[in-house]
């Protein structure tokens, strides 16, 4: 295996699978089985999620609401999705730890650096919810942010796409897909990967970045064993 320990990010909005909104249990056992499969391999596996399936703070924002109580309301549908996800690996016998960065301790722990990385180590997938635990912090800044800190060799973005375009793959028919890109490249043409702070910050701790298509089956084992699926962004 081409990786060590991984961090995945999910968008809350994969979890929809072909629904308008929330959690589509056949979407979620999908992706179990998935983390399953490279858990076996003996890849250390820690996971972001996103809350976009049930709430957006920018959103809420938008339509008038404080944006500091909106962001909180988008970090509690982490933990929402955070509880869903670890449900499903539990069900493929895939042992799971919630760890949320604001704290509810009846239902996850804190995020405890120390704790994270020695559940890693056993062999636990550890799912990162709440966010960063502030607000104006999107999720991609949080998947990169407990990166950083566990050490992680490489991120991975699982998306419905498989990499990264000239443009928008889903609008434009003449895009095309880069199947390897530097960080400069990708702010000097303004290419959507993550947000910028997430982006720098991945840039500034020189931690690679592999954007992939993660609904289709056997992709994320071919990530990690270092075939060339999706898009691959470092310095």
Known sequence: MKYKRILLKLSGEALMGNRQYGIDPARLSEYANDIK?????GIE?????GGGNIFRGVA?????MDRVQGDHMGMLATVINGLALQSALENADVPTRLQTAIHIEQVAEPFIRRKA???LEKGRVVIFGGGTGNPYFTTDSAAVLRAIEIEADVILKGTRVDGIYTADPEKDSKAIKFDHITFDDVLRKGLKVMDTTAFTLSQENELPIIVFDMNKKGNLLKVVSGENIGTKVNL
């Open 37 to 41: 499969e490279i858990t076996e391999k």
């Open 45 to 49: 596996v820690a996971i972001v999620i």
């Open 60 to 64: 809420g924002a938008s339509n008038g």
């Open 117 to 119: 990385m020695r559940h």
